[in-house]
């Protein structure tokens, strides 16, 4: 494999943004569902780009972006640019257990995509997720239930399978996810605060089930809009 740790880049951000034109918080999620909401929290689209929109929810910004580890690693470092200082990722992630809460804060992730290997040296297995304590502690306050534990974070969502599910419960995980482990490595590469929550869709325990992934009622998106704003502004 090619070595990308401590070299430069030919193509950085900054030579084409040229201006910090966001606020310093930003939520982002992959979850479509979103849009049905944003009108009740009078959000304003402020940018729309091919791949993904923001909008300005008061003095936050909020982002849906497609899913993937490469997306979400170029995105966070062109948002740095742009003045985001801080991030909040808020998604849907397939169960790997027999169904219990809705939200699952992680706390590590296993790195099984490509992305994260461009950006941190450390060939461990599993990457911490930096903020879950925090997180924890807010909706403790609140009496949120949740799950803390791991996911594994892979490239490919159709080489998900029965073999590979197990093996990511034996090693811990109760989550799959398309995004974590990498914008973790790219949190510490690039000097970012980043939290990560996700909420529960399919499921994975001894067969697919779709669970609430095609059906999920826009209430609840409503509610986790309300919780990722309040949680972003609570760690201010």
Not at 3 to 17: A, E, G, N, T, V
Not at 31 to 48: P, R, T, Y
Request: net charge negative; charged share 30%; aromatic share 12%.
């Amino acid at each position: 494999m090619i070595s990308f740790i401590d070299r430069k880049p030919l193509i950085h951000p900054s030579l084409f943004i040229k201006k910090k034109t966001l606020p310093p918080r930003m939520i982002v999620s992959w979850a479509e569902g979103f849009k049905k909401v944003l009108e009740e929290f009078e959000a304003e689209k402020i940018i729309s780009r091919q791949g993904y929109d923001i909008w300005l929810l008061e003095d936050v910004s909020f982002a849906i972006i497609p899913i993937g580890a490469p997306f979400a690693a170029m995105f966070m470092e062109e948002m740095k640019e742009r003045g985001v200082e801080e991030f909040l990722f808020i998604g849907s992630c397939g169960s790997l257990v027999d169904p219990g809460t809705a939200i699952i804060v992680p706390d590590r992730a296993l790195r099984d995509e490509g992305t994260s290997y461009h950006y941190i040296a450390s060939k461990e297995e599993f990457i911490t997720v930096q903020g879950c304590e925090e997180i924890s502690t807010v909706l403790d306050e609140l009496s949120v239930p949740y799950v803390k534990g791991s996911t594994w974070t892979t490239d490919a969502v159709y080489r998900e399978t029965e073999e590979a599910a197990a093996e990511a419960r034996e090693k811990g995980c109760i989550c799959v996810d398309m995004e974590c482990s990498a914008i973790m490595a790219v949190a510490q590469y690039a000097k970012i605060k980043v939290r990560q929550l996700f909420f529960t869709a399919d499921r994975l325990k001894d067969k697919w089930n779709e669970g609430r992934l095609f059906s999920m009622k826009k209430s609840a998106y409503y509610n986790y809009l309300k919780l990722a704003l309040f949680l972003i502004k609570k760690n201010a």
